[in-house]
Every structure is written in C-alpha cells, then in structure tokens.
C-alpha cells in the first residue's frame, strides 16, 4: 500500500473523533445557553436551561472520554498499519480507518441521547409534581 494513501486516510480517520472530542470538552466544561442551532435538542431537554446544563454536561464528559479513547485505539492501530503496509490490501485500511471509530462514536452519540432524554423527561415530570404539591 502506498505511503501517502495510509497517510490521507489517517488524517480523515482522526478528524470526526478528534471532533467530536472538542466539542465533547466545550460542552463538558461550558455552559453553553439552550439554542437550536448544536446540541441535544429535544423537547424535554429545551424547556429548562438546569436540565439543559445537566443534559450537555453528562453528553459531553461521555462524548469527550469515548472519542479520547477512539484517538488512542485509532493511533495504535495507524502505528500498526505503517509497520505492516508492505501486507496490506488497501480496500480493507479505510473501513477499518474510518467505519469502526465512526460507527462506535455514533453509537456512543445515540445511547447517550437516549439515556439524556430519560433523565429530562423524569426530571421534569418531577419538577411538575413538585410545584402542584406547592399550591
């Protein structure tokens, strides 16, 4: 396999989790104000910027430490094709590159969302409950 093939596809495959990682740390350490334009927008999480802040915050850590470990898996395994590119067959590097780290960092994305959207949902069922028990 050519050189400069392995080192293109490398530098595609780094960049979506190398991504997803920043925006991971942004969220994770900023309070970032409920808008419609980036971030987990759904319904539930919309209507109170507390379950907002919570929601993002659980997101991001989650989103932040599963891509710094794709980064780590990703590096190892380009180490591993630069040593071994003379054995290579070169429609097998990019999905292993590009489909595997993606795949799992959509998995990632969604599982969280998942999990995110149950919080708030009892979040603010519980918040409903308790300001009828108020009046």
């Not at 400069?4 to 991971?24: E, K, Q, R």
């Not at 780590?72 to 395994?77: E, F, N, S």
């Not at 591993?80 to 959509?106: D, K, W």
Request: aromatic fraction near 14%.
């Amino acid at each position: 396999m050519p050189v400069h093939t392995l080192i293109f596809n490398s530098i595609l495959a780094l960049f979506f989790p190398l991504l997803m990682f920043i925006f991971g740390l942004i969220f994770w350490l900023k309070q970032i104000p409920v808008n419609g334009i980036f971030g987990v927008r759904t319904f539930e999480i919309m209507k109170s910027q507390a379950v907002w802040d919570y929601s993002h915050r659980i997101w991001g850590k989650i989103t932040s430490i599963t891509n710094f470990i794709i980064l780590i898996l990703l590096i190892l395994i380009i180490i591993l094709l630069f040593i071994y590119r003379e054995y290579l067959r070169e429609e097998l590097v990019s999905p292993l590159l590009m489909g595997v780290p993606t795949a799992v960092s959509f998995l990632s994305l969604i599982v969280c969302s998942m999990y995110i959207h149950k919080k708030a949902k009892a979040f603010n069922v519980a918040n409903r409950i308790s300001r009828f028990k108020n009046i």
